[in-house]
């Protein structure tokens, strides 16, 4: 039996659930989520908490036993209590502003890079060098925050780029000047 897919899902206060077949949808305080789930597996709700259970033992139920419970148990933390994601840049001259709703970055290319964020997905810039990406779709949130990475990832000889917060960036040693001479 997964060890990921036989834990229960707490909900907490505030939280519904609702299952129509193979659809659940989960309404909280921060919005509303939906995902259809395979064939093989089957939700459902008991007092206070959501079991997720798989219908046989073959490989392909066993596989997805701990995949759906994982994404049931982030659509219950998205409407909860949401998703953030935080990201720093690094480089002289690199910024980030904000001009309506579209997020433009200034990371060393001749022309500022404009993003638009997805629908569900909020952008917020506090510091020029400081990006939040927040939302209740834990999915939408990684992407979008991966979208603005891309755009000018760290290299490894200045460390400058758009790096994840607290994300380590291996440095390496530049050229070696000539000794001989």
Request: charged letters at 30%.
């Amino acid at each position: 039996m997964s060890r990921i897919g036989k834990k229960p899902i707490p909900l907490p206060s505030g939280v519904s659930v609702e299952i129509d077949g193979a659809l659940v949808k989960v309404k909280g305080p921060k919005g509303e989520l939906s995902q259809e789930i395979p064939g093989e597996t089957r939700v459902r709700q008991e007092t206070g908490q959501i079991i997720v259970e798989r219908s046989d033992d073959s490989k392909r139920s066993k596989s997805l036993h701990g995949l759906v419970r994982t994404l049931v148990a982030n659509m219950v933390e998205g409407v909860s209590n949401g998703f953030t994601k935080t990201l720093e840049i690094h480089g002289v001259g690199y910024r980030a502003t904000m001009q309506g709703n579209k997020l433009v970055l200034n990371v060393g290319y001749s022309q500022p890079v404009e993003i638009d964020p997805f629908t569900g997905v909020e952008i917020t810039v506090p510091a020029p060098n400081k990006i939040v990406v927040q939302g209740i779709d834990k999915q939408k949130v990684g992407e979008m925050a991966a979208i603005i990475r891309r755009v000018r990832k760290p290299e490894p000889y200045k460390g400058k780029g758009i790096r994840y917060e607290n994300e380590y960036v291996r440095r390496k040693a530049g050229k070696a000047g000539k000794a001989g001479k």
